[in-house]
């Protein structure tokens, strides 16, 4: 005799789980990580991995701290260090990823209790705390192997200086920045592959890409539609941002409508802050920003509820 078994929603599972998962985007995210390790070198790798192995240790610790069942290997910790290691310069000291991984786990995820609770992005969230506490040390950049300091291809821009970087050199990762977001076709290359596994809806990269190109385009130095759009994509960390950082499940949007109003946002802000803002770059700062709307966009944005009419 069959047996049917009554429990609460939701009642539609999938096969896909916590370490399958993050294990999907830690491999998109391998192409820009070898690229920054090739291009910056030993600083860069030594980097990744204080960042990663202080994420899952202090994860693993603050779990028994606080009697918590312990998932620090499900790969949650490690993709948060992973991540703020991209978004570090490669000549930060190794006490500065240290903290910053230390500052994602117990700050920003555990003490809103663990995976699927933190309502901002824990990578980001450091990088923030870090950008704040040591300033000159996180605005610092160099070139690729000569280890010669630097402007980002945005700040020269801001600048205003005559000897832009090429696209190609953006495109393949050549110039300053943070480890992981100079390289736009190792991004891309592991954006694909994480749409390919449906790990990541393309509303969210699509539309904050696309409304910064836009915005960018449409508001130029010398007057409207002088902007170029390709410059603001290929450089900084709106790649990296929008694929990887903006796609957060735990801090993004639910419904499709709510991703694109979301993703407008966060592309209106960085736009606004690259343009007319005192800083260079505004993808961490709008990631953040609309982090904390999310509550609002979801509960203005609900999906329809099966077997209920419309009043």
Request: charged share 10%; net charge positive; glycine share 10%.
């Amino acid at each position: 005799m069959d047996k049917y078994i009554m429990s609460s929603s939701p009642h539609v599972r999938s096969s896909e789980s916590t370490r399958r998962i993050m294990l999907d985007v830690i491999i998109a995210l391998l192409p820009a990580t070898v690229c920054g390790v090739i291009f910056f070198g030993l600083n860069a790798l030594i980097t990744v991995l204080v960042c990663v192995v202080v994420s899952v240790g202090t994860e693993a610790l603050s779990q028994v701290i606080m009697r918590r069942k312990i998932t620090a290997f499900d790969g949650s910790a490690a993709l948060t260090g992973l991540l703020l290691a991209l978004n570090l310069p490669p000549s930060v000291p190794w006490w500065i990823p240290a903290l910053g991984g230390a500052f994602a786990i117990i700050i920003v995820k555990q003490c809103f209790g663990g995976l699927g609770h933190n309502f901002l992005n824990p990578a980001l969230a450091a990088r923030a705390f870090l950008v704040v506490s040591w300033p000159t040390a996180m605005t610092t950049w160099t070139m690729p192997i000569d280890a010669v300091s630097t402007a980002t291809p945005l700040t020269a821009l801001k600048m205003g200086e005559a000897a832009l970087s090429p696209y190609l050199d953006m495109a393949v990762g050549n110039i300053g920045g943070c480890i992981g977001e100079t390289s736009a076709i190792a991004l891309v290359i592991g954006g694909l592959y994480l749409l390919a596994r449906r790990v990541i809806n393309w509303r969210i990269p699509v539309v904050y890409i696309a409304t910064v190109a836009l915005i960018t385009w449409v508001g130029g130095p010398e007057g409207l539609f002088t902007g170029d759009a390709l410059y603001h994509i290929l450089g900084g960390g709106l790649m990296i941002g929008a694929i990887y950082m903006a796609t957060d499940y735990t801090s993004s949007p639910m419904t499709g409508s709510g991703k694109i109003v979301y993703a407008l946002g966060c592309g209106i802000i960085t736009s606004v802050i690259r343009l007319w803002g005192g800083l260079p770059e505004g993808v961490s700062y709008s990631i953040l920003l609309m982090n904390l709307a999310v509550p609002l966009i979801n509960k203005g944005f609900k999906p329809r509820v099966f077997g209920r009419t419309a009043k």
